[in-house]
């Protein structure tokens, strides 16, 4: 808490309700857990409209799709790029769910908010200050992933970034950090869910996916997501995971998301919530 | 699961069931959610009969508290020693409810083997090998608390030592893990209990107090665990926590404990359990 | 050396020698260390041309001094950009010496390429992968400074997206990586010096200041790069440590920055090299 | 420094230099570099006879050896016990080196204490408060390891119990710690070399071997360290590495020790010490 001065924008006042981030129809931060969906990177137009139909049928708000993927390597699928977010628009039109997709460039950003209905800024650009400062600018809402490495009082600070800049809106999300423990992709901090809801009076959501690494780990992670009071799940789904382009590991296919859904409106309701 | 091979006694076969680790009346591993409470340390037989009156009420089934103390100074309490374990059979006694206590010397395992209902091996201790096979070889049920930086691999090795020298049961305790964030006291690490579940057939609890570090986060990490499969909870609670000679700012006091008992039970019971 | 395939413009091929990147009149990568120092950002003409004069005068062969600067927080001193970039040329213009500056935006590649001797990409920016290509296609030599997150293989694969763009000269910079220990500031891997060295055929450097976070252990660690094999270091020197606007507490005064040219020496010379 | 005052046996006074650790001929903390090398184990009388005097051709002034190892799986080889302590005894005897060789349990402490010159405390047993107390009791000098896990300030207080139980003399050990880069066994922080000189006023001594886990990067670790500061070097060696029963691949053959201490003396000398 000692930090509070220094993020006036982003600090939770005492007392202080939790700032609802309207996107769309879809509301984070209030009695309704968002579930999103959708495949890691956008291949296609069929691709990501049966995405799109499987989130909706399991219950889901929202639709996630990458059009710029950032890789590790410069040799791997780099995303389809201006044509991966017509296909998104395209799978919006189509489900009527808004959509949710990164972006990795400042020269991007104007481009992609004219579409997107919220911008994601992922975990490699948490700290990318030029790029948190356009997207504030658009005016579009914006999800921020945390780093790899990052405390949240970096997190916090990256959000007051995209606020200084005149953005309104921002939702954190948590997706493991990196420790020393290898079994499973990243370590989950479940903590830095209940930590941030005193902190900030933003949303806080999770994404389980990017965590576990192994799909059959996914659903428990995310139950875990929303006993912690987490106010929103991001969940990597394909129609047909064991052809995807990238992380074909940790995607869930249409059956196991909706299984996923249900369980997890099971934990919502427990803590006095819904899903 | 490529260490499987390496870990004949602990490693879950594919299609085994859990092994139930029975204490008392006290069943790891089955339906129920284990809830244990107490204090961090044995200060005094009031303090502790007091304590698992409380424990009692709140509707938990276990007592812990620590009569011997592994403190990073040599100049703190050390805690009462053989004393400390005359006051948990006292408590045992007024209350009914088995107890596990900490053993942290060799030579001390076959007095505390004597009178506790199950030994707890701590964090420091995991891979202190004279340890584990003196646990082993008295024949009690063991706790084993991962330590803050084991990887979930040397933690089930840890037990093979325990159940190679006669042990026959596990019940392995995730507590945190250290990791680059300081915001809480360790980062609870809720994705060793999924992959726990996979790899060995013993039980598996969590300690959200130590994970958290401060009360008021205690009870999300519980509900976190509880979500993501554990099967049991390791709480500190004490009668009048501003008072307690150690780990005053993460336990809970009767009130917080009996609160965190109900909505741990929600979530119990939204995964199909009870607590 | 599993990823060597993955890498095929940085690997370093059996038996082949190291590439000489040159630099103006410094060469990296042969006989002799390459000393840079300079301040953390550059806040005046008068500060960065005293600078420039005491590197020189201790032996030290290039500049270094921030004109945009990546701050955790929107509130902090953010550079003096375009201006300071004046300074540098200005400095250079006095001394003789060449400088490296760190670029954020892509957007920004083209004006520092034009002036800077060699581009820095931060430790923030490791994996700003549209920021990697934009400097690839400059020409200009990269100095692509390890992310405090970034694991060797993300790092050698971050070359490669500069060298895959049309880049031909990278030089990493070794800076102190993120743990759980928190008495320096960072934890120099010194380790990561000798592994470079095997994986890669570029020049690798190391910079203590970033690592040590205090002047009086800044010295100790750049001994250490030197005798690990380093091809230069990258020192904070600023003429007024009290006086600077960002990382005071970790510059070295133009004495200490000559102390330690003097040490290192020593040590360059009993491992074969100079200095 | 705030540690300073919890630590009255073992933190540095102002002015105050450091302590000579003596161990028969061979003083820690003065200006001659300790060289101690020797097998992971102790195989056999032959091989540590042979090790012990391929230490001495080179150089060196100590040995070391393993009777009872730690090992992460109750199914490895676990040491020779009583008889590998008389084999160092025979060793010693016949080239007149001092040893050092770990102790695992406190039953084992005055057996070790009647024959060990230096007892070994081991990275697992850092917080091992009954065996550091009973080390301490037994009046030698005491090596401590730092945990693979444990920070400067709790390995400061580690050598407080043994300082508070009557022991005399501790030298530390720096061997690597565990971090999320997978390239070395360990991440060697050399830079908490600089800082324990700074905090305590006891010999500190780098274990390259288990930080690099390979033998070829051994070497480059070991100047390192001595360029940090260090007052010694313990070294992993065997008289036939491929024929190691443990620790095979990081072990040094005679002729590379023989290397490693002539590159070592350069860098000693370079910052005004011997080897």
Known sequence: ?????????????????????QVGPVAFGGPRVVLIGGPCAVEGRDQVIRAAR?????GGSMLRGGAWKPRTSPYDFQGLGAEGLQHLVEARDATGLPFVTEVLDPRDVELVATHADMLQIGSRSVQNFPLLREAGQSGKPVMLKRGMMTTVGEWLHAAEHVLAAGGRHVVFCERGIRTFEPTLRNTLDVGSVAVL??????????????AAGESRFVAALARAAVAAGADG???????????????????????????????????????????
Chains 1, 2, 3, 4 share one sequence.
């Open 1 to 21: 808490m000692r930090i509070a001065g220094s993020i006036p924008l982003s600090a939770r006042q005492p007392g202080q309700a939790t700032t609802i981030v």
């Open 54 to 58: 499987a989130v909706r049928e399991a």
């Open 197 to 210: 809801r005193e902190m900030t009076h933003f949303p806080v959501i999770v994404d389980p996916s990017h």
């Open 233 to 275: 799940l991001l969940i990597e789904m394909h129609p047909d995971p064991a052809a995807a382009l990238s992380d074909a590991v940790q995607s869930l296919d249409p059956a196991q998301f909706a299984e996923l859904a249900i369980s997890c409106r099971a934990v919502a309701r427990a803590v006095g919530r819904d899903l």
